[in-house]
Each structure stands twice: as C-alpha cells, then as structure tokens.
C-alpha cells in the first residue's frame, strides 16, 4: 500500500474514533438508517484500503472526505429543518464538553508545505492538550459557581482564555488549508479584499509581514468587523492575553482606571457594583440575538 493510502486508512480511524464517542449526538441529529449507511461506506473503504485493491490515493482521499463531510453535516441544524427545540438545545457544547475535530484530510495530505510528523504532533498532542485544558476550567469556573468560591477566579479565566483561543483558533486553521488550496479567492470574499486592502497582493504582503513579526508565539489573523463592515489584519500575541478567538463580545465594562477614578478613585469594587444599576440589558440582547444568528459546528 502506498503511504499515502495508509495516512488516509489512520484518518478513517480517526474519524472512526470521533463517531464513536460522539455517537449520542449524531443519534439526535441523523435517523437510524442515514447512520448505518455512513458506517456501511466508512467499513467498505476501510475493507478496500486494507485489502490492497486497486483504489487510487485521489479516491480514497475523496471517498474519505465525504464520510468526514456528512459527519459534520450531521453537526450542524441547517441540514435538519424538521429538528426541535430540543435539538437546538443539544446543539450546544455541553459545559467542559469540547472534542478535538479529526483533521479534514489525512495528516501527510499537506505534504510537502507541512510534513506529516508535524500535523500528527501539532494535532494530536498540542490541539488536544487545549481541548482537555478548555473542558478542565471550565468545569471549575461551573465549580467555582456552584461553592460561589472565586479564589482561584484568575487562574480558571486564565485557562479558559489560554485554552479556549487554542481550541477555536486551531478548529478553524486546520479547515482553511487543503491539499487542493492555494491561489486566490473569488467572489465577494475577493472583492471584500480589494476593498478593504486594495487588492490581493497588498493583503497577502500585510498578511505576512503580520506574521513575521508576532513576537514569540502567536498568530496572523485575517477577521471581519461586523462594526468597520471591513476585513481587517491583526496579530494575537500568545493567542489569548486573556481572551478567547471565534467569540462575539456581548456585555463589557471597562475597568481601565480612566472609567473610574475622578468618582472612584482606586474603589474598583465599588464602581463595580454600582455599575449593574445602569446597564441596558435590551441592547445586550439585540446583540445576543444577532450574534446567535452566527453558527459553526459544535467542537
Ligand atoms: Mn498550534
């Protein structure tokens, strides 16, 4: 067997394995038999792989990419109009019930821009440890409610940030690359470009000198200001400093001592509490609900 037709029998596994332990929710978002068919198909390229057949790499790589498809499909409502209020519910991720997302393609598939070992370490190991470190802060900041004990309140926000951009940040890097990538985008994202950067080359120039110069570790990051209704370049530091990436700011207080001081002076706490005297919760529900119009699968 090739090495390429073994990389792609592992990812099978891998998506195998994500079936498995996320069997409960695609039983609530798929009827019986749509399941046993994928599971046929998953077993039938497996059996194909395994038994030497004459099945070329390109489609086996297909015929995987389907069945990882249909999978998140299966994650998300819009596939499933007849779904409940239930289902809405359970479309959620759970409290500390995230799930590293298989790879969209097998881990050599990006050879020879990033090589295998890598992938395998960069996902298995680094983007798991921050969907476990995610899960674990926030069970405790749940914890921390619960005993309303907040001693270790800067610690948990910390993680939750720290772990919380890892796993959103990784979740969308490793769908924006493919084996069949590179070029340049179309339609409106391409137009959006030229407005925003002058065009393509100008962006593609900001977009690296960006990420040449993150001090340390970090990211490049290309976002949308919904405010601006521009694209927009920007650096993250260590990914978090606080803050977790793929979220949308709801209800916010300034702390910075210039929101304070003349009244406060260095009385934080209590600036704190007279604040939830004036805050205008219709306004923070305008924004919940555009904000909820936004879905991306549940990981
Ligand atoms: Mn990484």
């Known amino acids: 067997m090739s090495s390429y037709l073994s990389s792609v029998q592992l990812w099978c596994e891998e998506i195998q394995a994500f079936y498995h332990t996320s069997i409960q929710v695609f039983r609530e978002h798929a009827n019986p038999k749509e399941l046993q068919d994928w599971e046929e198909k998953l077993a039938q390229l497996q059996q194909d792989l395994s038994s030497n057949t004459s099945l070329q790499d390109w489609q086996a790589y297909q015929q995987a990419s389907e069945l990882y498809t249909q999978l ?3 994650l998300t409502e819009t596939n499933h109009p007849q779904s409940t209020n239930q289902d809405r519910i359970n479309n959620q991720v759970p409290i500390g019930g995230h799930t590293l997302p298989p790879l969209p393609y097998p ?5 020879p821009y990033i090589d295998q070992e890598t992938m395998r370490l960069h996902h298995d190991k680094h983007h798991k440890s921050y969907v476990d470190g995610l899960n674990k802060a926030e069970k405790e900041l749940q914890k921390a409610r619960a005993t309303n ?10 993680e939750l940030a720290f772990n919380g951009a890892g796993h959103y940040l990784h979740t969308i890097f490793w769908c924006v690359m493919s084996p069949q990538g590179g070029g340049q985008p179309s339609g409106d994202l391409m137009r959006e470009i030229q407005r925003s950067f002058g065009g393509f080359e100008p962006f593609k120039k900001q977009f690296t000198e960006a990420a040449n110069a993150v001090e340390g570790g970090g990211w490049a990051i290309l976002v949308w200001s919904p405010r601006a209704r521009r694209l927009e370049i920007l650096q993250a530091e260590k990914h978090q400093n606080l803050s977790q990436w793929d979220v949308v700011p709801l209800l916010v207080l300034d702390v910075w001592e210039h929101a304070y001081y003349l009244k406060y002076q260095n009385e934080r706490k209590k600036y704190i509490e007279n604040w939830w005297n004036i805050v205008y919760w219709p306004e923070v529900e305008k924004r919940f609900e555009k904000a909820k119009q936004l879905k991306w699968q549940p990981y």
């Not at 881990?107 to 050879?111: I, N, P, T, V």
């Not at 004990?149 to 910390?158: T, V, Y």
């Open 72 to 74: 998140n499909n299966y």
């Open 107 to 111: 881990y050599d598939a990006l050879e």
């Open 149 to 158: 004990n907040f001693d270790l309140i800067k610690h948990w926000e910390r």
